[in-house]
């Protein structure tokens, strides 16, 4: 069989407007909820700690500063971690530890302890979004590019959302109370993420290495070896590489669509070949 590329006619999928992919739309959703926190507090914090537990301004400052402190760091370390313990593993711990930090700082009775709250939640926010958009570009049969940008589109629209939609919240029940909704949220992640919407596979492969080479079939072996007229050829010589002379018997090529190689859309060509063996 001939790998070549794919007829004019031929359509990939997502080549429209918008991809035809649920769960495509399923992480992007979980990526524009796990942004609105972290919106909440880039925009929201300082104020918090001024109007609610009398911080001046200079200090309450700190509160934007360590979360995007905390934040840089494990964004940095973000690969090492997941290729240690797992993108879906991290994915879990980060929103607890989110979580467990957004409600310190909603229930802090002072400003360091809302602070240190605040520094937490940085950590535990900073690679949720980062793992989604790298699990959206692991889609089967998508090209990467696409699931990237669709996700990338849809989790950073929350950090458009938050502000306004943060500001107008706490308005009527308070920043201590809009936090803590917030750390809700983070929480309803961890079990959407676990059990839901990505699973351990859709996630697992944000992280997962390449699939080593079989050594044993790299070796060129004369078709003989591992095929027979007329008889079927075993499952466990499949992919081997053979040698071989010959000719393709004449008009007996077929095309065969719809044939998918490393995410591209494509075709073969099927003929019978004669061998003089």
């Not at 031929?10 to 407007?17: I, P, R, S, V, Y």
């Not at 509160?63 to 370390?77: D, E, G, P, Q």
């Not at 002072?110 to 958009?133: C, K, Q, Y």
């Not at 959302?161 to 909704?181: K, N, Q």
């Amino acid at each position: 069989a001939k790998d070549g590329p794919a007829p004019q006619a031929t359509q990939t999928q997502g080549a429209g407007l918008l991809p035809r992919d649920a769960g495509l739309w399923l992480i992007g959703i979980l990526a524009l909820a796990s942004m609105v926190p972290e919106g909440a507090v880039l925009d929201w914090a300082a104020l918090y700690l001024q109007q609610e537990m009398g911080t001046d301004v200079a200090r309450s400052g700190l509160a934007f500063a360590m979360f995007s402190a905390t934040m840089a760091i494990m964004r940095f370390a973000g690969d090492n971690v997941s290729n240690r313990f797992g993108a879906v593993a991290v994915a879990r711990i980060s929103g607890l530890v989110g979580a467990s930090g957004m409600m310190l700082a909603a229930v802090a009775p002072g400003d360091t302890l809302a602070i240190a709250g605040f520094a937490m939640s940085g950590l535990g926010i900073a690679n949720m979004v980062p793992i989604m958009i790298s699990a959206a570009g692991k889609r089967p049969g998508l090209p990467p590019g696409v699931g990237i940008a669709t996700v990338t589109m849809l989790g950073y629209s929350g950090i458009l959302v938050a502000p306004s939609a943060i500001g107008f919240v706490a308005e009527y029940i308070g920043f201590r109370m809009t936090y803590a909704v917030l750390a809700g949220l983070l929480l309803a992640l961890v079990f959407a993420t676990g059990f839901m919407l990505l699973s351990r596979w859709q996630l697992g492969s944000a992280s997962a290495h390449e699939v080593s080479a079989d050594p044993a079939k790299e070796a060129v072996v004369p078709l003989a070896s591992v095929a027979a007229p007329l008889q079927p050829v075993l499952a466990s010589e499949a992919d081997t590489m053979v040698r071989t002379s010959g000719h393709y018997e004449h008009g007996s090529s077929v095309l065969v669509g719809s044939r998918v190689k490393d995410g591209e859309h494509g075709y073969w060509v099927v003929s019978r070949f004669i061998p003089d063996e």
